[in-house]
């Protein structure tokens, strides 16, 4: 799956990085039916790119499913490869960790990480505060183990984020405890970061243009 260069040592690209921070939000490997990699969100865009550098890896096409759990259309691809699920699951310890190559890579390699995590399983949203004028805010929210180690990654290029927050259970007490960090917005722009996804990033771009309105 992942070439070598000439002097033998591993050579990861930004279309490898985006994958993993995809198979790290909301991406899952399981081998209920063979050695599956499959991804689900309600964003098509995210399932169309994660599904390509899949396909390009594995030299392999597999359909994008439009499936409707509760009514809610949402898209879902699988590919079945074994290399692909023991390098997914190998690097980052079953989804216990970020891959230590991200954590050693150039700012690039970093922002594709960052922008497939940001895509998944981050949020960003606008609205009016109390003297009108149009305020937004950006996050993350996971229950993964890796959450401080996100943080660090995103303190060490620059970006400013709030203390890690326990999440409320809504469904039972037995629910998998869930964090939430806050991102300041004007450090995650200044520092290069974006989505990939349309929905999320035609806010971000909104954000950018509204300077007056821009939170701090």
């Not at 995210?46 to 597999?62: A, G, N, P, Y």
């Not at 150039?106 to 895509?119: G, H, N, P, R, S």
């Not at 405890?177 to 974006?194: A, K």
Request: charged share 25%; aromatic share 14%.
């Amino acid at each position: 799956m992942i070439a070598d260069n000439q002097a033998g040592k591993i050579q990861y690209d930004k279309d490898k990085a985006y994958l993993f921070g995809a198979y790290l939000g909301d991406g899952c490997c399981s081998k209920y039916s063979g050695y599956c990699f499959r991804i689900v969100s309600g964003d098509k865009d995210i399932i169309e790119r994660t599904s390509l550098i899949v396909e390009q890896l594995i030299r392999k096409k597999s359909k994008i499913r439009e499936i409707k759990p509760n009514n809610t259309l949402l898209f879902d691809f699988q590919a079945f490869n074994k290399d692909l699920f023991m390098t997914l699951t190998s690097l980052t310890d079953k989804k216990s960790k970020i891959p230590e190559f991200i954590l050693g890579s150039d700012k690039e390699i970093v922002l594709e990480f960052v922008a497939a995590l940001m895509d998944t399983d981050g949020y960003i949203s606008a609205g009016i505060n109390k003297f009108g004028q149009q305020r937004f805010s950006l996050g993350f929210v996971n229950s993964a183990e890796w959450m401080d180690q996100f943080i660090s990654l995103l303190r060490n290029f620059g970006v400013k984020v709030g203390k890690k927050t326990l999440k409320g259970k809504f469904r039972s007490v037995n629910e998998k405890d869930c964090y939430q960090i806050n991102i300041n917005l004007r450090s995650f722009v200044e520092h290069g970061f974006y989505f990939y996804c349309q929905r999320k990033q035609s806010l971000l771009e909104r954000y950018k243009t509204n300077v007056k309105y821009q939170s701090y």
